[in-house]
Nanobody, 124 residues
Framework: QVQLVESGGGLVQTGGSLRLSCAASGRAFSRYNMGWFRQAPGKERAFVAAVSWSAAMTDYADSVKGRFTISRDNARSTVYLQMNSLKPEDTAVYYC?????????????????WGPGTQVTVQG
């Protein structure tokens, strides 16, 4: 089992940047493919980005391609989401999740472990 805790959320102006972190503890972090999801007010939780266990593969939602970058540091058991050129529509609670499946997924039900989330608010 793995436990996940997100950090780095906050309030930022339109066009600004934030870097989210997700620290993992428990079983070997490097065996999990990792994902970021977000839930905006009044909307369902949605896929943002995913990275394979080796960081060789990544995937992004169309709405964030070219603006967000997912990465990981297996030595630190941490996955990151660098968010640039933020827009008000990026406002949401951001969750990281871990999957022990063989490939990276955009489907939420492929992820068995979730963090509590961190709030990102983009103003302006």
């Amino acid at each position: 089992q793995v436990q996940l805790v997100e950090s780095g959320g906050g309030l930022v102006q339109t066009g600004g940047s934030l870097r989210l972190s997700c620290a993992a503890s428990g079983r070997a972090f490097s065996r999990y493919n990792m994902g970021w999801f977000r839930q905006a007010p009044g909307k369902e939780r949605a896929f943002v980005a995913a990275v394979s266990w080796s960081a060789a593969m990544t995937d992004y939602a169309d709405s964030v391609k070219g603006r967000f970058t997912i990465s990981r540091d297996n030595a630190r058991s941490t996955v990151y989401l660098q968010m640039n050129s933020l827009k008000p529509e990026d406002t949401a609670v951001y969750y990281c999740a871990a999957s022990d499946g063989p490939i990276i997924y955009y489907q939420q039900n492929r992820y068995g472990y979730w963090g509590p989330g961190t709030q990102v608010t983009v103003q302006g």
